[in-house]
């Protein structure tokens, strides 16, 4: 089943996704793309002989995270006049999930509080075990080497361990719940359900404390062990730990004036609130044992309308690291380069996509005409703009450990470009096949990259081979693909121009620099392309314009996208701050930086109640649409907000 | 014949009845027996044209509810004396409610529709084919309904142990899933259900096993509702295994069971 999850939080262990209730979506570890164990794990209150699940549309709900944090409050508010707070958070260390839930009334109630589950551990709904050991408290469910465990504080005083979809109804921990007492089996097998259970009452005014614990482990002693002493910590302390954390690694960021802003000082708190929600969430995404990153956190794991977002796509990752990098966060930079190095294949490109630990990943891309070059050149562009960060030893040792990924990367690019224009392949929204704008600049920037470090390794041959060939691979793109309306074609497959406006041709500017903004006739190129970019691509929602993908864009909806609104108000950006001080341009900077303003403004508005970027935002109802949050989205929203930031540095009145 | 269909109304004392007119099609000879109805201020609740009779004939079936059950052999004679009518039977409802057969269709107090049983059956066979365990899957989704139906049902009428199985019967029928016939022995909280033409079993076809799960559901939370007790419903015999009829034996459910019992099949 497909659900957007509104929040997500975790620490280095573990990735939690969840809806505007506080029910959880995803329980992922060890890693963040594999193994999701959770189907339904919330809260569900009996009383009056009435079962409450708490996401139904009875309770209104209010959610947002602890400031500068991933720890999340949830706010949960029923018309019969009871109230429960949740907050949410992994725990500093371990492998767990904890959930505080404060629950008052207003008059008095006598009934119980569940806490359900279904859990498919080790995403498999078959063969799962599981059980209840009221000795100690613990609620365990495992298949393999994963083990759920839930413990509570106070201990829980009545479970069960149910069959979830059996015609034995009468053991299902749903229909248990119904009479507000649970049969209490301890065991069982198969596709199961459980819940645990305290008796609640309270006179009116009165509040409850509940802490739940969710923990995994790969083993059934560590599951305990682990649990166990997590338990016996005060749960404040457990929280200002797991808050001060997040705290002290925010701080490592570069700190921002945004003096652009000072005008519009909600804009400017939104702007800052943004920027750190963005590395907050990036940080999630990141595998930190590997040094991948997941797109998205999985929501559709059936590919029921898309293929899927829980990988790791170096085009994304070379974003989204970079975007790290240049907020002061160098270390995910170098883990995942150390990453690629493994995952290369031995042709020198990367594939379509990996699971997180550099497995293959399920792929449309298992052929040259299929696989996406623009990826490998990518890689090589962020290896570069990593590399060229660094000094002394610390430069030496990258270049020398990283030299044969770069050099076995560069051939491959130069062997799919013999005429110049790259040989067919699939785009970068792995959708059309034929040749690209995009592309042809992700290899330019590739090739120009390893040219770079080449002649730092003393390669002065390869050097200036690849950059002859970076040459031919700008010029012959122009040639063939630039339009007399000013633009670059969509594709070029079989001959023929596809003369569709795709936003993806900013590529050519901004990441890859194929058309230099300090050149007075590419400049003219780059306004251009933007131009028709905004006549033909904007769709108004939300008081302002989004960016959609291409014209007659038919994924989702064709919403537009927070990815090419982004990218559009980072080039405007880019483009404004090139022309920043020149004469004679003032008005010209300011178009540019305000429009880029409003598109920022835009992204904002897409955003769900807890900030969390999307892919897309729905083009009727102005919502957040698809794959939330997205690890690309929060990069280019980085990129542009220290891209203001320069203009806040540059100019003396700090106004646009 | 006219059935019986499962004809309530919400009036506490009033009788449902319905009357069977067969007259000849002369112009004017509706008319004339609606006529007839007004001045004896029969308030029609529901009522069909049955176009299926021979040429000539047309027969005209009506609901309304009465007062007192003498009232009925005075419909009859009055209708019996217009001329050009043949034949007038009548019948007296066991139940009382009448359900919309206008737009939107109304059902159990819900929006309901009318579809082939083909259509149902399709969607059971392609749960059977791509979801693990479907035979729990259709038997909670049928749980799910029958308790539905048995919390709208108690709230509109008075049922208990003594008329709540004849009301599924009822049930059953009027929603064209089967002809019920149930042996329950109320002491032991156990016993049998047989459904005759089954919609399931007559539209599945041939199978090695029983078909009809989603009516063993439908029965367990319809009794589990209405008698306040937990029961386990498991079909053992089937039309589309080649039976005459559907068989669905009634239990309580076991107390205190253990998933063992259950896979050793300790536990029938």
Redesign the interface.
């Known amino acids: 089943m497909i659900r957007q999850p509104n929040v997500i939080l975790g620490n280095d262990k573990i990735l939690v996704t969840m809806g505007k209730k506080g029910e959880l979506f995803g329980f992922f570890y060890p890693r963040r793309d594999y193994a999701q164990h959770v189907e339904e794990s919330l809260v569900c209150l009996q009383i009056d002989n009435r079962l409450m699940w708490t996401n139904n549309h009875e309770w209104y709900s209010t959610q947002h995270y602890l400031e500068d944090t991933n720890m999340v409050i949830t706010e949960l508010v029923h018309g019969i006049g009871i109230k429960i707070n949740i907050q949410d958070f992994a725990h500093q260390r371990a492998s767990v999930m904890v959930r505080k839930y404060t629950i008052s009334a207003e008059k008095d109630i006598n009934g119980t509080f569940f806490y359900y589950s279904n859990l498919c551990v080790g995403e498999m ?2 063969k799962n075990s599981a059980f209840c050991d009221p000795d100690v408290g613990l609620l365990a469910q495992y298949w393999q080497d994963n083990y759920i465990g839930i413990m509570a504080s106070p201990p829980f005083e009545q479970w069960q361990v149910g ?10 921990a749903r229909y248990d719940m119904e009479d507000g007492k649970l049969q209490n ?1 301890k ?5 199961l359900n459980t819940v645990v259970g305290w008796d609640l009452k309270l006179k009116a005014g009165q509040s409850r404390e509940i802490t739940v614990f969710i923990g995994a482990a790969p083993k059934r002693t560590q599951l305990y062990k682990m649990m166990l002493e997590i338990v016996q910590e005060p749960v404040n302390n457990m929280l200002e730990n797991s808050r001060q954390d997040w705290i002290n690694w925010l701080s490592k960021k570069d700190l921002l004036k945004l003096s652009l802003l000072d005008d519009t000082p909600e804009t400017k708190q939104q702007v800052l609130e943004a920027f750190n929600r963005c590395l907050l969430t990036l940080d999630l995404l990141n595998d930190p044992k590997h040094g991948s990153f997941v797109a998205a956190p999985e929501f559709d794991h059936d590919f029921e309308m898309c293929g899927g977002y829980g990988y790791c796509w170096n085009r994304d990752v070379s974003e989204v690291a970079v975007a790290l990098l240049n907020a002061g966060y160098p270390e995910y930079c170098e883990r995942f380069f150390h990453w690629c190095r493994r995952t290369q294949l031995s042709d020198g490109s990367w594939f379509q996509r990996y699971w997180l630990d550099g497995n293959t990943a399920p792929s449309w891309g298992n052929f040259d005409h299929s696989t996406q070059i623009d990826e490998t050149g990518a890689t090589l562009h962020a290896m570069y703009t990593f590399y060229s960060t660094l000094r002394g030893l610390q430069k030496a040792e990258f270049l020398e450990n990283i030299w044969i990924t770069v050099l076995t990367g560069a051939e491959y690019l130069m062997r799919r470009t013999t005429d110049g224009l790259h040989d067919p392949c699939l785009d970068l929204w792995e959708s059309y096949a034929g040749s690209f704008a995009y592309t042809s600049a992700a290899i330019f920037a590739g090739l120009k990259a390893a040219a770079f470090m080449a002649r730092a390794y003393s390669e002065p041959g390869l050097a200036s081979r690849w950059l002859e060939r970076a040459e031919l691979v700008k010029n012959k793109t122009i040639e063939k693909m630039w339009l007399k309306e000013g633009y670059f074609a969509k594709c070029l497959a079989d001959g023929k121009l596809d003369p569709a406006v795709d936003a993806s041709m900013i590529g050519t500017f901004t990441p890859f620099n194929m058309l230099s903004a300090t050149d007075p006739e590419e400049r003219e190129m780059i306004l251009s392309m933007l131009k028709a970019i905004e006549e033909r691509l904007s769709v108004s929602v939300n008081g302002y314009h989004g960016i959609k993908r291409y014209e007659n864009d038919r994924y989702i909806e064709g919403n537009p996208w927070i990815v090419t609104t982004l990218w559009l108000s980072k080039a405007m950006l880019t483009l404004a701050n090139s022309l920043h001080n020149a004469p004679g341009t003032d008005t010209e900077v300011s178009r540019l930086v305000q429009g880029a303003v409003n598109y920022i403004k835009w992204a904002l508005r897409g955003t769900t109640s807890t900030g969390m970027l999307p892919e897309q935002v729905d083009k009727h109802k102005g919502y957040p649409a698809w794959a939330i949050p997205l690890g690309w989205s929060c990069a280019l929203m980085i990129d542009n907000i220290l891209l203001l930031e320069t203009f806040s540095e540059e100019t003396h009145d700090g106004k646009i | 014949m006219v059935r019986d269909l499962y004809m309530f109304s919400r009036g506490e004392k009033a009788l449902v009845v319905w009357f069977s007119i067969l007259y000849k099609t002369n112009m004017g000879a509706e008319a004339k027996i609606n006529s007839a109805l007004g001045e004896m201020e029969v308030k029609i609740r529901f009522a069909y044209l049955d176009n299926t009779e021979p040429d000539g004939q047309g027969k005209y079936v009506l609901f309304t509810e009465i007062e007192e059950e003498t009232q009925v052999d005075m419909i009859n004679k009055r209708l019996l004396a217009i001329d050009g009518i043949i034949d007038v039977e009548s019948g007296i409802s066991r139940n009382r409610m009448i359900h919309s057969v206008d737009f939107p269709l109304n059902f159990l107090g819900e929006r309901a529709l009318i579809t082939r049983s083909k259509t149902f059956v399709d969607i059971l066979k392609i749960i059977r084919e791509h979801v693990i365990q479907p035979d729990g899957l259709l038997l909670l989704s049928g749980l799910k309904g029958g308790r539905g139906a048995a919390k709208y049902v108690r709230n509109i009428m008075p049922v208990d142990m003594k008329n709540c199985m004849a009301v599924l019967r009822e049930l059953f029928l009027a929603s064209g899933w089967g002809k019920l016939e149930v042996d329950f022995d109320k002491e032991s909280c156990s016993g049998k259900v047989v459904v005759r033409d089954s919609f399931i079993a007559d539209a599945y076809g041939p199978s090695d096993l029983p078909v009809c799960g989603y009516m063993s559901g439908f029965i367990a939370g319809y009794m589990t509702e209405m008698m306040r007790y937990t029961f386990q419903v498991r079909e053992v015999s089937c039309k589309s295994m080649g039976n005459a009829v559907c068989e669905h034996v009634v239990s309580p459910a076991p107390d205190g069971v253990k998933p063992e019992h259950i896979m050793k099949e300790e536990i029938q």
């Not at chain 1, 065991?187 to 596709?191: A, F, L, M, N």
């Open positions: 709904h078959k069959k979830a979809m059996d015609t034995i109804w009468w053991t299902n089996n065991e069982d097998i198969g596709y």
